[in-house]
């Protein structure tokens, strides 16, 4: 059991068995694996990032494959593009059409493909803005949802310009999963991503996190992103809930 395996390796301190992947460190050598060109070119030509940093290169290339992630490194170190890029690739394998601009005149908030969940509101601003330069020169319609603020605004944004990624606090999105009338719906999610899990399970939001998962649809296989700076014993608990415990990856960089 992989989950075990990562739990002796965190346990150890040792770098686990996958640190052979990552030989790929240049964005543009992506293209070789058949990442979208409009991706690519937010990344080089609009944000000018050219190399990638250890977690991005260690983690990008199993999560293209579709496998699940459990990513640990420091905070600063890049794990946002770590985990939106293969998010936002996988969205576009699973429907082609997302990928070019025409997509966002026919995006509705009830078929949303991808979700990201951030412990606070200022995390989850930040990523929904690395998500919308990323996704400038595709179709992808990317909204943010998070507490202390006006429910009913987002909800009338989002179902006037649709969604396809929404990044959310777990307790904003598990009021508007359960709220029959919100219009927010996801039953083609192609993949999800736990940000910060370990704050998120410090602010107390495991109930919340149980809950959405009962929301989202059993039927399909979506890919499962976890990320921390820390793996304690809830954070291990929560990946077996959450990510498909006989095929994903552990990835961790070292300072
Ligand atoms: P973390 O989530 O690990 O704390 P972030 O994803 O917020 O880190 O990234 C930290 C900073 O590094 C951000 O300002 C981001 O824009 C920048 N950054 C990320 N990846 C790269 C890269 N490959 N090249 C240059 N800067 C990068
Ligand atoms: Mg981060």
């Known amino acids: 059991n992989r989950l075990y395996s990562a739990d002796a390796a965190v346990a150890e301190s040792k770098v686990p068995e996958n640190d052979a992947v990552g030989e790929i460190s240049s964005f543009q050598d992506l293209e070789t694996l058949g990442v979208h060109r409009n991706l690519l070119d937010a990344i080089t030509q609009d944000m000018?990032?050219?190399?990638?940093?250890?977690?991005?290169?260690?983690?990008?290339?199993?999560a293209l494959k579709g496998t699940d992630i459990v990513a640990q490194a420091k905070t600063g170190t890049g794990k946002t593009l770590a985990f939106l890029l293969p998010l936002l690739q996988r969205m576009i394998e699973e429907d082609p059409t997302l990928a070019t601009r025409k997509a966002s005149?026919?995006?509705?908030s009830d078929d949303i493909r991808g979700i990201v969940l951030s412990p606070t509101r200022e995390?989850?601003?930040?990523?929904?803005?690395e998500a919308k330069r990323l996704c400038r020169r595709t179709g992808l319609v990317v909204q943010s949802a998070v507490g202390g603020t006006q429910k009913s605004a987002m909800l009338r944004?989002?179902?006037?310009?649709?969604?396809?990624?929404?990044v959310a606090t777990p307790?904003?999105?598990n009021d508007l999963l359960e709220d029959p009338n919100s219009g927010i719906d996801a039953p083609k999610l192609a993949a999800?991503?736990?940000?910060?899990?370990?704050?998120?399970?410090?602010?107390?939001f495991e109930k919340e996190l149980n809950s959405i998962q009962s929301y989202l649809p059993k039927d399909k296989v979506r890919q499962t992103m976890l990320v921390s700076a820390t793996i304690p014993d809830n954070v291990i608990q929560l990946a077996r809930q959450m990510v498909r415990p006989h095929d994903f990856e552990f990835v961790q960089t070292i300072p």
């Not at 179902?159 to 990624?165: A, E, K, P, T």
């Open 171 to 173: 307790g904003r999105l």
């Open 192 to 204: 999800l991503v736990l940000d910060e899990a370990d704050r998120m399970l410090d602010v107390g």
């Open 157 to 166: 944004q989002t179902q006037r310009q649709g969604c396809h990624l929404l």
């Open 48 to 62: 000018r990032y050219d190399t990638m940093t250890p977690v991005q290169a260690k983690a990008i290339n199993p």
């Open 105 to 108: 005149r026919s995006a509705r």
């Open 123 to 129: 995390l989850a601003e930040q990523i929904a803005t």
